[in-house]
C-alpha cells in the first residue's frame, strides 16, 4: 500500500540532511539485476517537491551540513495549486514514479495534506515522505505540520540536543530579532530586512529565557504564593 511518512524536527534536526541520505539511498538501492549481468541497478524512481511561491525557479534542496544538494527540486508546490496540478505543471507524471519526497512540509496548506492522504490511498506503489517543522516559534502549529500529525500513516522524530544546556533534546523553536528573543510575530518572516534567527532550544530553556514572565506565569507565581501561606497558616 502507499503510505503518507513524516519526519519531524526542530530546526538544525538534520531534517534536509536525512532526506538527502534518504534520497541517495533509494536511488542507489535494489539488487543487481543477475540475468542480464549489467548490473544495472533497480533504481527507485523519486520526485523531489518543496512547497513555494515561484513555478518557474530551479532551486536546490539546501541543507546547513553538506551544502547544495546535488539534486534539483522536481516540482514547486504553489499554494494555490493542487498536488497534481503542481506535478502537470513541471511535467512530471505522478503515476511513473515510486516515492514522493517533500521539504519544508510545514508550508502546504492542509488541503494539499489531505490531498496527499487521499493520494497515498489511491496510487498503490506511491510512498511519500515528508520532513517537516512541527511548531513555529510561538510552540505554535502550523497548518500543514498540525494536517500532517492527522493524517500521516507514521511518525518519525528526528531529534537535536538544545543549543543553550546541551543536556536535554530541544523541543522549540526560539526566534531571535536582532540579537534579542520575540515572542510576537508573523508565523513566517517573510521580509529579511530584520536579523532573524532561530535558537533551538529544550523545554526548561525556552521556559527561563521566553515565558518565565508573562501573563500565565505570574498567574500562577500568585496562585502559588496563595497556597503557600495557607500551608503556613495551617
Ligand atoms: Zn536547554
Request: charged share 30%.
Amino acid at each position: 500500500m502507499g503510505k503518507l511518512i513524516l519526519y519531524s524536527g526542530v530546526m538544525g534536526s538534520s531534517k534536509t540532511t536525512s532526506l538527502m541520505q534518504e534520497v541517495y539511498n533509494l536511488e542507489n538501492s535494489g539488487n543487481e539485476d543477475e540475468k542480464n549481468k549489467q548490473k544495472k541497478r533497480q533504481n527507485k524512481k523519486i520526485i523531489l517537491m518543496k512547497p513555494g511561491v515561484d513555478t518557474k525557479g530551479h532551486e536546490f534542496f539546501h541543507s546547513r551540513f553538506g551544502g547544495e544538494f546535488y539534486r534539483p527540486v522536481d516540482v514547486i508546490l504553489p499554494a494555490d495549486k493542487t498536488i497534481i496540478e503542481a506535478c502537470n505543471l513541471s511535467k512530471v507524471n505522478i503515476l511513473n514514479y515510486d516515492f514522493l519526497v517533500i521539504d519544508e512540509a510545514q508550508f502546504m496548506n492542509p488541503k494539499q495534506v489531505y490531498e496527499l492522504w487521499q493520494i497515498s490511498n489511491k496510487i498503490e506503489k506511491l510512498q511519500i515522505i515528508c520532513y517537516s517543522l512541527i511548531t513555529d516559534f510561538q510552540a505554535n502549529f502550523f497548518p500543514g505540520s498540525e494536517a500532517l500529525s492527522r493524517f500521516a500513516d507514521e511518525k518519525y522524530i528526528l531529534v537535536r540536543r538544545c543549543e543553550y544546556c546541551a543536556q536535554e533534546l530541544a523541543n522549540f523553536n526560539a526566534r531571535k530579532v536582532n540579537g534579542v528573543f520575540v515572542t510576537e510575530g508573523d508565523q513566517v518572516v517573510i521580509d529579511n530586512k530584520a536579523d532573524v534567527s532561530y535558537k533551538s532550544l529544550c523545554g526548561a530553556c525556552y521556559y527561563k529565557h521566553l515565558r518565565a514572565n508573562d501573563d500565565v506565569s505570574q498567574q500562577i507565581d500568585r496562585e502559588l504564593s496563595e497556597i503557600k501561606k495557607y500551608v503556613k497558616k495551617k
